[in-house]
């Protein structure tokens, strides 16, 4: 990762290990090892819209991650994968603000 190890961040995991991740016009593709691709859905996410092409084929160690603020997030696009060694915690509940209270839920595909 090319940013400071003291530094903090919480962001999705979008990409598995030997899965590859591939953001092409304005969607999020997710290739399996088998081969399989889907297109990530994220219904936590209010009119995004993801601009240029990236792909990153993962290694058995490594994750790719994305933050919520895609227009200004600093993350797998900027650093690369993650690898697991890198990740030190899991987010379930939202508390801030307290009006927005909830629970992360997993994120669902859509098989092409």
């Known amino acids: 990762m090319a940013v400071d190890p003291a530094e903090r961040f919480i962001k999705r995991?979008?990409?598995?290990?030997?899965?590859?991740?591939?953001?092409?016009?304005?969607?999020i593709f997710i290739t399996n090892k088998l081969g399989e691709q889907r297109v990530l859905k994220e219904s936590y996410l209010e009119n995004v819209v993801l601009f240029g092409t990236t792909k990153q084929v993962l290694a058995q160690d490594e994750y790719f991650v994305l933050g919520d603020n895609r227009m200004n997030s600093s993350d797998s696009r900027r650093w690369g994968a993650v690898k697991k060694q890198e990740i030190i915690g899991r987010v379930l509940i939202r508390a801030w603000p307290p009006i927005q209270l909830d629970y992360f839920q997993a994120p669902v595909y859509e098989t092409l």
Not at 13 to 27: F, H, N, R
């Open 13 to 27: 995991i979008i990409g598995l290990p030997a899965e590859t991740v591939e953001i092409k016009d304005g969607q």
